[in-house]
């Protein structure tokens, strides 16, 4: 069976996640039915991560197994016909080997966390950020995301129900960006790492906000680390903001299609 990639965006409020489930609307489901549209014996797609409720995607990565020899970009087109009204979309399509695998052979995640820190209340970006109503010092959230990176033990970051084997991963780059914005600052935290931790970058971005708005020094960051302990962790970030912007692999399925 000819297999596919698929980099999909998606909005995720409407959604209970990226994974199919009993109850609420997920994004593999409402993107398998669309498949199925066009093959009603195709099996479950896999994706290169399994977002969370509410969180968003613009790099998300899947990849589906087909019977027939689609060309790419027919299937890509026909996927969004049968998409509509949903808020995800494929944004590109490639023919892949048959053993290649969203999830297991991706080499690199990137996540992009976005504040806006302004008193009043957000219109376009509802939805898209999390708001906070004070200024935040982005240098000194740099600074506290500096002990973050490399290879550490992320208990105190890491989701009590979180199924990984291991707490230890090794985050590559915490970048703090930060722009203007109306009224305010629009503070976009851009993370690297192989693979994360179920709630690792929520809870980073809260414990920065709280660096950021001065309530923690920047060194209480490592302390929080070091300790191992959920309850060293600042308050854990809405989903609002949580975006998963690009899978890399050792070679791109999509040879660089935008």
């Not at 197994?65 to 399509?93: G, I, Q, Y």
């Not at 994360?196 to 920065?208: C, M």
């Not at 302390?223 to 060293?232: I, K």
Request: charged content about 25%; aromatic content about 8%.
């Amino acid at each position: 069976m000819p297999r596919f990639a698929l980099r999909v965006e998606y909005d995720g409020r409407p959604f209970a996640g990226w994974q199919r489930q009993d109850g609420p609307a997920s994004v593999q489901q409402t993107l398998e039915e669309a498949l199925r549209v066009l093959e009603p014996d195709m099996g479950s797609i896999a994706a290169a991560g399994r977002t969370d409720a509410g969180v968003h995607a613009t790099g998300q990565v899947a990849h589906a197994d087909m019977a027939r020899d689609w060309e790419p970009f027919r299937l890509s087109e026909a996927v969004n016909w049968h998409l509509k009204p949903a808020p995800v979309a494929v944004t590109a399509c490639a023919r892949v080997a048959d053993d290649w695998h969203a999830r297991f052979d991706a080499v690199e995640r990137r996540y992009t966390f976005r504040i806006i820190a302004r008193r009043a209340p957000l219109t376009l970006d509802a939805g898209q950020a999390w708001r906070v109503i004070g200024p935040l010092d982005p240098e000194a959230m740099q600074a506290g995301a500096a002990h973050l990176i490399g290879q550490h033990d992320f208990t105190t970051f890491r989701a009590s129900i979180c199924q990984a084997k291991s707490p230890v991963k090794t985050l590559d780059a915490i970048t703090v960006e930060a722009r203007p914005y109306p009224g305010g600052q629009d503070i976009r935290l851009h993370l690297r790492a192989r693979s994360f931790l179920h709630n690792q970058v929520r809870s980073i971005a809260g414990t920065l906000e709280r660096v950021g708005a001065g309530a923690w020094a920047p060194a209480r960051v490592a302390e929080a680390l070091a300790a191992r302990d959920r309850a060293a962790c600042g308050p854990v970030a809405p989903p609002d903001g949580l975006v998963l912007t690009g899978v890399r692999y050792p070679s791109d399925p999509f040879g660089g299609s935008r």
